[in-house]
């Protein structure tokens, strides 16, 4: 059996309180977006793809030797951001800063260790949190769309920290994709 799985890093609770808020305000100002769920809300480190049984209990065994190499550290919601995408479906989220290079050393970790196993990884990383994706339309209404967003004001999130990643399995449905936690990670 093989199993669509991804590692990121979970909210915690206030700071989904606080995201969830924002998402609110934004669905509320009638953009064309569908909404992420607020219990689907994560930060994306490293998607593997289809895994079978016994690729999935080699990474389990091994993800602790990464996490144990990784202190906890602090991000901070600062930006929303929009992402034009042609052909897939403009985005929605919120960009990250405060400790940016323990975020990049432990995504490159996971990376490397991924591609050791021969789960092909990108070579580009960017860091974010997924509210949405903006209801494909002609150009004219995308960018539209796009400039109402770069035009919202956006306080940035109190910052919080990060102790430990997880590893999800992805199901998709015609309702979309939701997330079942398997695993749980605590840094050192």
Known sequence: MTHRLFIAIDLPPDQRSLVSGTIDTLAASGLPVKWEPSDQ?????????RLDDSAQAALRSR???VTSLTAPFSLRFYFLEALYRRHIGSLVYLAPTGD?????ALQKSLASLLTDMSIPQPTR????????????????????????????????????TVSAITLYESFLTKAGAYHQKIGHYGLK
Request: hydrophobic share 45%; charged share 15%; proline share 11%.
């Open 100 to 104: 940016l290079d323990a975020l990049l």
């Open 63 to 65: 993800l602790p030797a």
């Open 125 to 160: 990383f960017t860091p974010h949190l997924l509210l949405g994706r903006l209801i494909k339309a002609d150009p004219v209404s995308t960018k539209s769309t796009l400039d109402r967003i770069s035009d919202l004001e956006f306080t940035p999130l109190p910052p919080f």
């Open 41 to 49: 809300l994560h930060i994306t480190l490293n998607f593997l793809g």
